[in-house]
Nanobody, 123 residues
Framework: VQLQASGGGLVQAGGSLRLSCVAS????????MGWFRQAPGKEREFVSA????????NYEDSVKGRFTTSRDRVKNMVFLQMNSLKPEGTAVYYC?????????????????WGQGTLVTVSS
């Protein structure tokens, strides 16, 4: 499965962005999907994940209450709604797919990764 994240851009602190991850080559219906980010000079970190059913979601503590992940089976897409963005949220955001349908927080458990989309949050 090939993944492509989009929707990044420049936003002021406190603003919102909605990232999208579209899949080609295979339906995502049985995949767990995750969002990760990598800030300049830092390691990649977990942001959020949703399992295949859409019933289990995990979030990194700093984004809880501000970010929401969801999926649209018809469109074969996954979304990350980001509200109340902070400058420390500036990073390249990646979507990833877990063929086992889980919502893991560890990047090593994902099988497919998409190209990222840059989010820049100005103060």
């Amino acid at each position: 499965v090939q993944l492509q994240a989009s929707g990044g851009g420049l936003v002021q602190a406190g603003g919102s962005l909605r990232l999208s991850c579209v899949a080609s080559g295979r339906t995502l219906s049985r995949y767990g999907m995750g969002w990760f980010r990598q800030a300049p000079g830092k390691e990649r970190e977990f942001v959020s994940a949703i399992d295949w059913s859409g019933e289990i979601m995990n979030y990194e503590d700093s984004v809880k209450g501000r970010f929401t992940t969801s999926r649209d089976r018809v469109k074969n897409m996954v979304f990350l709604q980001m509200n109340s963005l902070k400058p420390e949220g500036t990073a390249v955001y990646y979507c990833a797919a877990d063929q086992n349908g889980r919502a893991p927080i560890y990047g090593t458990l994902y099988d497919h990764w998409g190209q990222g989309t840059l989010v820049t949050v100005s103060s």
